[in-house]
């Protein structure tokens, strides 16, 4: 994650002048000094705008919204309003405060997003790391969006980037620090949640990820498959680390991988009018 902050820092997390142009900074969804979030609108604004919601990783204990400006900057230069949003991290919390965050967090984007000319009937997801696992969750186990007042349905589609899905039993100290209390540890799993009615969901990984194994990938994407969810797509990027994937998505760092174009192309086909 070290290695992800500046290879990000070095391309372009730094805050632009004008990324944040119609948009906001540090617009708080709770009380906690970690509840806010930024929210990036394409050049020139507008109305009726899809929205993209993404979550950053750091082993559910470190990251900070500013460090992924270049996230925003890609997406909103393609016609999205992208919120990036802090939650409250371990030692702190423990499961499930994060994902919960989360929760909150889309329902103020549900409920906000028009004023930055977000659409509220098009909001995707898109996580890294453990943000890809916070981002699975909040997809697949529906208790979390139900106790915040939001249907399943409010998620159109989800893009997990290198995310941990299925890393039972707890064997190093990031997982045991977050999970260890939980006294159901299946029910901390994604796959554990795997079922038919899910939106269209994306699992990107790299094929040198040694931190979180391409398996974790691989093994949602199957179970998925079994319980008969129409849409899930597996797309493993050959000489990817496990940073590459949300690196990639920098409009400087492209040359690496077309994860940007891919996670675009992917939201065009599972939500057509997007080419609109």
């Known amino acids: 994650m070290a ?7 070095a ?5 632009r002048p004008g990324a944040l142009s119609g948009g906001a900074r540090d617009v ?3 009380r906690h000094p970690r509840q806010t979030m930024d929210i990036y609108v394409p050049p020139g604004g507008g109305t009726g705008m899809p929205v993209v919601f993404f979550i950053y ?3 559910w204990a470190n990251g900070a919204k500013e460090s992924y400006a270049f996230v925003g900057d890609a997406l909103a230069s393609r016609g999205f309003v992208a919120v990036i949003a802090d939650y409250r991290l371990v030692p702190e919390i423990r499961f499930p405060v994060f994902i919960e965050d989360g929760a909150a967090a889309l329902r103020f984007v549900h409920d906000e997003i028009a004023r930055f000319g977000g659409d509220p009937r098009r909001i995707h997801l898109i996580g890294h790391s453990a943000g890809a696992y916070n981002a699975m969750m909040l997809t697949l186990d529906r208790g979390y969006l139900a106790r915040v007042g939001l249907p399943s349905h409010v998620i159109r589609s989800t893009v997990g980037l290198s995310g941990p899905y299925d890393f039972l039993p707890l064997d190093i100290d990031v997982t045991k620090a977050a999970f260890g209390s939980a006294p159901n540890l299946e029910r901390t799993q994604p796959i554990h949640f795997a079922r038919k009615d899910v939106p269209p969901i994306l699992l990107a990984t790299g094929t040198d990820d040694t931190t979180v194994l391409p398996r974790n990938s691989e093994r949602l994407a199957a179970a998925l498959r079994r319980a008969g969810a129409r849409s899930v797509t597996l797309k493993t990027y050959a000489g990817l680390g496990h940073a590459g994937t949300a690196v990639s998505l920098a409009r400087t760092m ?6 940007l174009d891919d996670v675009v192309g992917f939201w065009q086909e599972a939500q057509p009018a997007l080419r609109e």
């Open 28 to 30: 708080a969804y709770g």
């Open 11 to 15: 391309g372009c997390a730094a805050l």
């Open 57 to 59: 990783g750091g082993s």
């Open 254 to 259: 492209s040359w690496r991988a077309p994860v």
């Open 3 to 9: 290695a992800l902050s500046s290879m990000a820092l």
